[in-house]
T-cell receptor
């Protein structure tokens, strides 16, 4: 069964450094998402992406964040200058089409900012 | 504002016992409701979903959930829990376009022999 994959599974970085989290959505999916989950808190929506542009973003998704689909398979989340509070589990999700309501999630990348 | 509440942070049940995980939502329109499960080191796996129709929905691994509009609830149930059900369970509400998901804080399930 096709699945969403994410790399790396864990990343440790220094405050102020840039990080890129990578996701490979399910191959025929067209809508892509990033979520984060700070330890002990709920999963929070960050951004949705369709047709090579951002569809929606939350207030969390500020200028430090960016997303990109650099090729036909990858979907990346970049944090330009990481802060301690960016430490979280980041989930990528995808779905096939506009009328499909179910998002399929990857295993997550655990980011630790020191 | 849309929100999802899972009142139980942690539940412990004995193997073979029944299980009910609570979920309440606040949503302005008819919601799309989901339950996801997260095993350690794994992603969020869809257990079941409710969009319309029969308010009792069946999912994978023997789980079911019942949508009760009057109570704004979508509780997850399983008649007999297995040790492999130990995981984190998340309730979520989605908009009609499937673009915005709002998650609860999750319920951690421990299964004891």
């Amino acid at each position: 069964e096709p699945e969403v994959t994410q790399t790396p599974s864990h990343q440790v970085t220094q405050m102020g450094q840039e990080v890129i989290l990578r996701c490979v959505p399910i191959s025929n999916h067209l809508y892509f998402y990033w979520y984060r989950q700070i330890l002990g808190q709920k999963v929070e929506f960050l951004v949705s992406f369709y047709n090579n542009e951002i569809s929606e973003k939350s207030e969390i998704f500020d200028d430090q964040f960016s997303v990109e689909r650099p090729d036909g398979s990858n979907f990346t989340l970049k944090i330009r200058s990481t802060k301690l509070e960016d430490s979280a589990m980041y989930f990528c999700a995808s779905k096939y089409g506009a009328t499909q309501e179910t998002q399929y999630f990857g295993p997550g990348t655990r980011l630790l900012v020191l | 504002a849309q929100s999802v509440t899972q009142p139980d942070i942690h539940i412990t049940v004995s193997e073979g016992a029944s299980l009910e995980l609570r979920c309440n939502y606040s949503y302005g329109a008819t919601p799309y409701l989901f339950w996801y499960v997260q095993s350690p080191g794994q992603g969020l796996q869809l257990l079941l979903k409710y969009f319309s129709g029969d308010t009792l929905v069946q999912g994978i691994k023997g789980f079911e959930a019942e949508f009760k509009r009057s109570q704004s609830s979508f509780n997850l149930r399983k008649p007999s829990v297995h040790w492999s059900d130990a995981a984190e369970y998340f309730c979520a509400v989605g908009d009609r376009g499937g673009n915005q998901f709002y998650f609860g804080t999750g319920t951690s399930l421990t299964v004891i022999p």
